[in-house]
């Protein structure tokens, strides 16, 4: 039991991390000077190895697997931006299907597994 509760200050230590990590790059993910593909390049080379740094050795309940897709979708959110609405013509917030959609890529959760 000491063991599991240690790996969970752990996967709790790295979720911080990557919250402050992508805090700190949210001008930057945002910015319209930088195209998608670089700011791909930056959330796969930077962003994603201050999270997943150990993860090796975690083992992933159903809530932090969770927890981990909201990191990941707080980052896309602002790599992609907001869409405009073809009906209504409002700018909205994509979806979590869209963002994955969108990132032509493995998902978080896939890189762990």
């Given at each position: 039991?000491?063991n599991?509760?240690?790996?969970?200050?752990?996967i709790?230590?790295?979720?911080?991390?990557?919250?402050?990590?992508?805090?700190?790059?949210?001008?930057?993910?945002?910015?319209?000077?930088?195209?998608?593909?670089?700011k791909?390049?930056?959330?796969?080379?930077?962003?994603l190895?201050?999270?997943?740094?150990?993860?090796?050795?975690?083992?992933?309940?159903?809530?932090?697997?969770?927890?981990?897709?909201?990191?990941?979708?707080?980052?896309?959110?602002?790599?992609?931006?907001?869409?405009?609405?073809?009906?209504?013509?409002?700018?909205?917030?994509?979806?979590?299907?869209?963002?994955?959609?969108?990132?032509?890529?493995?998902?978080?959760?896939?890189?762990?597994?």
């Amino acid at each position: 039991m000491q063991n599991r509760n240690s790996i969970q200050e752990e996967i709790k230590s790295r979720f911080k991390s990557g919250n402050a990590f992508c805090h700190s790059l949210k001008n930057l993910l945002s910015s319209s000077l930088l195209s998608i593909n670089i700011k791909i390049k930056i959330y796969r080379t930077i962003s994603l190895p201050v999270v997943l740094y150990g993860c090796e050795t975690w083992s992933l309940t159903l809530r932090e697997e969770c927890r981990l897709r909201v990191i990941e979708n707080r980052v896309l959110q602002k790599v992609f931006g907001p869409k405009r609405d073809k009906v209504t013509g409002e700018w909205r917030k994509l979806h979590n299907e869209e963002l994955t959609d969108l990132l032509s890529s493995p998902n978080i959760i896939w890189v762990i597994k």
